[in-house]
């Protein structure tokens, strides 16, 4: 026993350093992983935790309709869906002054308001909510200006009331009771806000009770009213569409080109839809002439397309308008009058964006809001266009507004893409800017 025990000491003394520490630390090693194993072994058979929603990469679809303009994506606003939000409107019907009457729904006694609780989402981009505070910013020292009928004043309206959260507004014209023409001044700023009246945005004389029953239009002349401030203004929104379903006698090159519903006047009815190509093509062309060319005083144009009536039944029914929710995709299709004045629009933004590339000083967008406007038949004033309709109880005939749009209510919309597409130039701007900076140094 003795010989052995000397032996072995014999042979450890005699064993190399690496003998040593693998002997030591094999032991140690098998111990440890040994838990390990049972442990995997164990739990192999549960299923991996999912990370949060928040916390996975977003995946761009390759097939969205989203391109890139330089380093700064742009967004398709028209393809997307109305979703509810928890979040409500900017503004009430009493934090702002400059709501007309007609279309303050909250304070004319409407008592469902799930139609302030809905945000547009397209498919391929966030519309982030109207920031007025960045609104501001880029609009420092400009001069922003809404041309057309009551849906422009409609959206102008819109834009004040959320501009109006952050900023104290002073009215500092007005041409009397029918405000047709105004003009706003936010201080903090030095941002002027204009409304000019054009229902047509050419040249013309409307109808009226006193005098004629039809409209006169000069599809060659622009509406001077507007036009000849053209060189003051640095952001001009147009939009018209419903007044060209009056009847109407049109000119061009000085005479009688026809007429849209005229019977006794002797004219040839010719309806009005190439008629409203004309008038949008003159009033984009005339933009374009009197300010392209400038880069260092440039001008963004931007047209809103046709928004849809929701009338159902005689104007003056109590129901002409009683949805209380959006329509669900596809439940509505775009068709008829409303897809047709769209693709007039379109066509000649198009027409008019391949001239504006060979002339600097004009950036040119469409609004693209018919179809996003088309499935909102929940939000019109409706008999709220007067105030409280049926305080004394039901009536058996009512007036309803099913054409213009609650405020606060889905116009708010038209105004966040206005801002979205005016931040996303000033960035590419930006950018372009960089890129030149860093190809001179």
């Not at 049926?390 to 405020?407: I, S, T």
Request: net charge neutral; hydrophobic share 35%; aromatic share 10%.
């Amino acid at each position: 026993m003795l010989f052995t025990m000397k032996k072995l000491k014999e042979q450890q003394h005699q064993a190399s350093p690496l003998q040593i520490l693998t002997r030591r630390i094999l032991p140690i090693t098998l111990y440890a992983i040994l838990p390990i194993a049972i442990f995997r072994m164990y739990f192999s058979h549960l299923p991996e935790p999912q990370s949060p929603k928040f916390h996975q990469p977003q995946i761009i679809n390759p097939d969205v309709k989203m391109k890139r303009v330089g380093d700064i994506r742009t967004c398709n606003y028209t393809e997307g869906k109305w979703v509810q939000s928890r979040l409500g409107p900017l503004y009430n019907g009493t934090s702002c002054g400059t709501i007309k009457e007609g279309q303050n729904c909250q304070t004319h006694g409407r008592t469902d308001v799930g139609y302030l609780h809905w945000r547009w989402k397209p498919h391929d981009c966030p519309l982030p909510r109207f920031d007025p505070n960045l609104f501001l910013k880029l609009m420092r020292n400009k001069h922003l200006a809404y041309v057309g009928d009551s849906l422009a004043r409609n959206q102008l309206e819109s834009l004040l009331c959320m501009v109006a959260t952050v900023s104290s507004q002073q009215l500092v014209y007005t041409d009397g009771v029918e405000h047709k023409f105004r003009r706003w001044y936010l201080v903090s700023h030095n941002v002027t806000v204009s409304i000019y009246w054009s229902p047509f945005l050419v040249a013309g004389v409307e109808k009226s009770s006193t005098g004629l029953d039809h409209n006169k239009l000069y599809l060659d002349s622009v509406n001077e009213r507007w036009a000849k401030d053209l060189w003051e203004i640095d952001v001009i929104v147009l939009s018209i569409g419903h007044w060209f379903l009056h009847p109407a006698v049109y000119y061009e090159g000085g005479s009688v080109l026809g007429c849209h519903y005229c019977p006794g006047l002797n004219h040839t009815e010719i309806g009005f839809y190439e008629v409203y190509r004309k008038a949008v093509r003159t009033a984009l062309r005339s933009v374009i002439d009197r300010r392209g060319g400038d880069e260092s005083h440039r001008i963004d144009m931007f047209l809103t397309t046709f928004t849809p009536s929701h009338f159902e039944g005689e104007w003056d029914s109590p129901g002409a308008c009683s949805k209380t929710r959006p329509y669900k995709t596809g439940e509505k299709t775009l068709e008829g009058m409303d897809a047709e004045m769209r693709r007039v629009e379109i066509e000649e933004v198009e027409a008019a964006q391949e001239i504006v590339k060979l002339s600097s000083g004009v950036r040119l967008e469409v609004l693209d809001v018919t179809e996003l406007a088309l499935l909102r038949p929940d939000a019109h004033p409706g008999p709220y266009m007067n105030p409280f309709p049926f305080a004394d109880g039901p009536k058996e005939r009512v007036q309803n507004d099913c054409v213009h749009w609650c405020l606060p209510g889905p116009i708010d919309t038209w105004n966040e893409i206005l801002l979205d597409v005016m931040k996303r130039w000033e960035q590419k701007q930006r950018s372009s800017a960089s890129t030149i900076a860093l190809h001179i140094n």
